[in-house]
């Protein structure tokens, strides 16, 4: 970790690489300049060449300024992308500075995966506006935030994959040149159909087109020969005209095909471009932590890397760009059949790999996934810490536990532990004291610690669990429910699962408050105790101090723990301190009169 604040690391990185970039654009201006030198020395030589009756000086200096002139085209383009990447990588470094202050509304909100898992994306602000997932989110391709928005919902419940991903997260945090020039080329990455495209081509049937290519070939050779006797007048010129008509019309045959491999993978070709340097960055770099270490191995391939073997993917398509030029592509059909040999390429390509590509972009996904977490970490390293994971019966203890969405300067901690199966906590509090935002404090963090994440807490231990939660539930006009309807449906779920699973952390605010005081009252006793007899580990928000009671029914196994508001020259204070006991104070009546609706 670094020891300058990221604020001040940020700031820095912003000043070197305006400097590496107003380098490279004075180099670029340079080549420019160089290239277009070079250009007029060749027009120049040319004129010279035809004008004169000197051949040999003219036609060395042409080919020497044009063999210059091509070094600088391919010199300068290599300078441009470099260009653009730095470009990036600045954008990035002033967005985090922007995420540092959390200013990230016009991030991504991730809204598409709220229906991943609907009551935790919900009652826990996993998706939307202001969510964990646009402030978490560092993804710049769909599948990639597909994957973070998955392990958001579902994470990891073994206690080895947890730490596992814990040392990469760790890892990754040190390492932040390699995560900004991994996010500055899957940044370059435009669209997000490139491993779906790539991924239904491959599935698609394919068969050995060996007899094809070989044809092609003789009839290629046919072509040369035919256009070497007919320059050397043995054979009429009709003759070569004849046999390229066959070749044009062979290649014709296949037209259907071609043109379809040809519209389906040459729009993603600079997005494999990306995907080529985003493998290579991988592959190059030398991870420590087993998670990486699997996820780099798993880019190799009998003694080759998805690099190069993508490389070679993108060498054809170049080759099949020159379809672009009419002129040229009819050219090169006409005496070489070139469609022909791309097409068998691509069919060899095809064959030869045909079930690696789904790992690489898996790796590649997981790679993002888990450069977001390390930028979190990164960014908070002074408020977090790496959670310690047990596999034995089930707890949660945390000091100075906080919500990650919430300011650092105006958050306020809270320590709490629970503990065994069954388990029960009761928070009781008056309205705005802070319960439902200390219970999504607790659902957060635990899915940050499942996810290998650090968490907003001084010190953190828990047991991975399922969570099932009831905070906010709403009512649907479409399907004709009620919100009481709706609040009953979930419930119900909690008690199927939890009949299944009793290893599951469920987390419930002001229940039933749909219906009567005294319905709602033995309604809510009731479940509770039915979760009791189920063994399940239970956190419990209410304004119903009479539940308090179930800490002398089931002593050792409800505790009851409140937050209480203080008045203060006659306004309430909050401290958002959890305390233990039942809250003693409300303040509903206060505030009705303090607003004069009320007498």
């Not at 990891?156 to 994959?161: F, Y």
């Not at 290649?251 to 995907?275: D, F, G, P, T």
């Not at 945390?398 to 069954?422: C, E, K, Q, W, Y």
């Amino acid at each position: 970790m670094i020891s300058i604040s990221p604020a001040a690391y940020y700031q820095n990185r912003i000043i070197a690489l305006e400097e590496d970039y107003k380098r490279l654009k004075n180099q670029s201006r340079l080549y420019s300049f160089v290239r277009f030198c070079l250009f007029i020395c060749f027009a120049g030589s040319l004129f010279l060449l035809f004008k004169t009756e000197y051949i040999v000086l003219p036609l060395f200096i042409s080919i020497i300024s044009l063999s210059f002139f091509i070094l600088f085209v391919v010199k300068f383009n290599r300078l441009a992308d470099a260009i653009i990447l730095l470009a990036s990588k600045i954008q990035i470094n002033k967005d985090e500075l922007q995420y540092l202050d959390y200013n990230y509304s016009e991030r991504n909100t991730g809204e598409r995966y709220a229906t991943i898992n609907t009551s935790l994306s919900t009652d826990f602000d996993l998706f939307g506006k202001g969510s964990i997932f646009q402030y978490i989110n560092r993804c710049n391709t769909q599948k990639g935030c597909a994957t973070l928005a998955q392990s958001l919902c579902f994470p990891d419940k073994s206690p080895e994959v947890i730490q596992n991903k814990q040392a990469a997260i760790a890892e990754l945090c040190d390492n932040n040149d390699f995560i900004q020039d991994f996010q500055s080329i899957s940044k370059s990455i435009k669209g997000n159909g490139t491993e779906s495209i790539l991924q239904n081509w491959m599935n698609e049937a394919q068969k050995d087109f060996s007899t094809i290519r070989i044809t092609a070939f003789v009839l290629g050779l046919i072509n040369v020969v035919c256009l070497l006797l007919s320059a050397f007048s043995v054979l009429p010129w009709g003759i070569l005209g004849f046999t390229l008509t066959i070749s044009l019309i062979y290649v014709a045959i296949h037209n259907r095909k071609i043109l379809k491999i040809h519209s389906q993978l040459i729009s993603i070709a600079s997005n494999i471009e990306s995907y080529i340097a985003a493998f290579h960055l991988i592959e190059k770099t030398p991870f420590e932590s087993e998670h990486l270490l699997s996820l780099k191995k798993s880019l190799i391939q009998n003694d080759s890397t998805a690099s190069k073997i993508l490389s070679s993917l993108h060498t054809i398509l170049s080759v099949f760009e020159v379809k672009e030029n009419r002129l040229l592509s009819l050219t090169l059909n006409a005496f070489f059949l070139l469609d022909l040999h791309v097409f068998y390429s691509f069919s060899r390509w095809k064959l030869t790999y045909n079930s690696n590509t789904t790992t690489w972009f898996t790796a590649f996904n997981e790679m993002e996934t888990l450069i977001s977490f390390a930028t979190f970490t990164f960014n908070n390293n002074e408020a977090v810490v790496y959670p310690t994971v047990s596999d034995e019966g089930f707890s949660v203890q945390a000091l100075d536990m906080g919500h990650p969405l919430i300011h650092l300067t105006v958050r306020v901690n809270n320590s709490f532990s629970i503990s065994g199966m069954p388990s029960v906590l009761i928070i009781t509090g008056a309205n705005m004291a802070g319960k439902s935002t200390f219970l999504r404090t607790v659902g957060v963090n635990l899915l940050l610690a499942m996810n290998g994440a650090p968490v907003v807490a001084k010190s953190f231990s828990f047991t991975p669990c399922d969570i099932f939660s009831c905070l906010k539930i709403q009512d649907s006009l479409i399907n004709n429910e009620s919100y009481f309807y709706a609040e009953l449906l979930r419930l119900k779920e909690i008690i199927e699962h939890t009949k299944k699973q009793p290893k599951t952390l469920v987390i419930l605010d002001e229940i039933l408050r749909g219906t009567n005081t005294k319905d709602k009252q033995t309604g809510s006793l009731g479940f509770i105790e039915k979760l009791i007899q189920l063994n399940v580990p239970v956190i419990v928000a209410t304004h119903d101090l009479m539940i308090g009671d179930l800490e002398q029914k089931y002593e050792g196994v409800a505790i009851n723990q409140c937050f209480e508001v203080e008045l203060v020259n006659d306004h309430l204070y909050f401290d958002y301190k959890l305390k233990n006991g039942i809250s003693q104070k409300l303040n509903a009546s206060f505030l009705l009169r303090k607003m004069e609706i009320i007498d």
